[in-house]
């Protein structure tokens, strides 16, 4: 069974960076292509980027150039670190494997770019 614990969302102004973090607790984390996932206000939850366990990554198009996300196997974590963040970037922001598995959603972390 895999836990997935997100952190590092917060209130920031527009053009600002935040570091999200997701720490997973279980041995198969390495295997796992991981990805994060945001679900504004009235909206469907999105991936917006995914990474295998090798490192290969993938953007939505809104976010590529803004977003790198990165992994750290030993530490069975995953980053998401955002730059240049607008207020559409407003959103609640979760881990999770990719495709998601149901009984991995967390509780997300909040993030809010706003001036």
């Known amino acids: 069974q895999v836990q997935l614990v997100e952190s590092g969302g917060g209130l920031v102004h527009p053009g600002g960076s935040l570091r999200l973090s997701c720490a997973a607790s279980?041995?198969?984390?390495?295997?796992?292509?991981m990805g994060w996932y945001r679900q504004a206000p009235g909206k469907e939850r999105e991936l917006v980027a995914s990474i295998t366990s090798g490192g290969n990554t993938n953007y939505v198009d809104s976010v590529k150039g803004r977003f790198t996300i990165s992994r750290d196997n030993a530490e069975n974590t995953v980053y998401l670190q955002m730059n240049s963040l607008k207020p559409e970037d407003t959103a609640v922001y979760y881990c999770?494997?990719?495709?998601?598995?149901?009984?991995?959603w967390g509780k997300g972390t909040l993030v809010t770019v706003s001036s």
């Open positions: 279980g041995s198969i984390f390495g295997i796992l292509r």
């Open positions: 999770n494997k990719n495709p998601p598995f149901s009984n991995y």
